[in-house]
C-alpha cells in the first residue's frame, strides 16, 4: 500500500507580536535592558529572542499571560510554572550567572530567581524571570 505523501511549506522564525502601552519605552527598553537590536518597524531581537512590538490602540489592550492552570501529567513531578510566562528564552545553562549580571546591570526588573530545581528525572533546571515595562514576564532558562 502506498503512503500518500504531502509536500510541506518550510516554517522559518516565528515572532511573537506583543501590544504595548508605549512603543517607544517600550524599543527603548527591549534595548537597553535587555540588549536587542531594535528597528521602528517594532522588532526587538537578541539571538533566537525575535519579538515585534506594536503600539496598542487603548493601554487596556496591553494583556500580558495569566498563571496556567496546574498540571499533573508533565513528564517530570513538574506541575507548571508559579507566574505566567509571555516568553520563555533557552539561554546556555552556564551562563545564568553572566546574564544576572548583565540584567542588574542594565537595570532590568527581575521579579523571580535566579531559581534553581532538579526535575524527578535528575534534570537540574535554572531560570530567571524579567518584567518589562508592560507587565509581560520574559524566562530565561
Not at 513531578?77 to 546556555?92: A, Q, R, S
Not at 537595570?107 to 528525572?121: F, W
Amino acid at each position: 500500500m502506498e503512503e500518500n505523501i504531502k509536500a510541506k511549506a518550510t516554517f522559518y522564525d516565528g515572532l511573537q507580536v506583543r501590544l504595548v502601552s508605549d512603543l517607544e519605552k517600550s524599543l527603548a527598553w527591549y534595548r537597553d535592558v535587555l540588549g536587542c537590536e531594535v528597528d521602528y518597524w517594532g522588532h526587538a531581537v537578541r539571538g533566537g529572542m525575535k519579538l515585534i512590538l506594536q503600539q496598542a490602540k487603548d493601554s487596556s489592550d496591553v494583556k500580558p499571560n495569566q498563571l496556567s492552570a496546574k498540571r499533573d501529567n508533565y513528564p517530570t513531578d513538574w506541575e507548571g510554572p508559579d507566574l505566567g510566562w509571555d516568553t520563555f528564552v533557552h539561554i546556555n545553562y552556564e551562563e545564568l550567572d553572566l546574564l544576572i549580571e548583565e540584567m542588574k546591570a542594565n537595570g532590568a526588573n527581575i521579579i523571580l530567581g535566579p531559581i534553581e530545581k532538579t526535575h524527578s528525572n535528575d534534570v537540574t533546571f535554572k531560570n530567571l524571570y524579567i518584567q518589562d515595562p508592560d507587565g509581560y514576564i520574559i524566562v530565561f532558562g
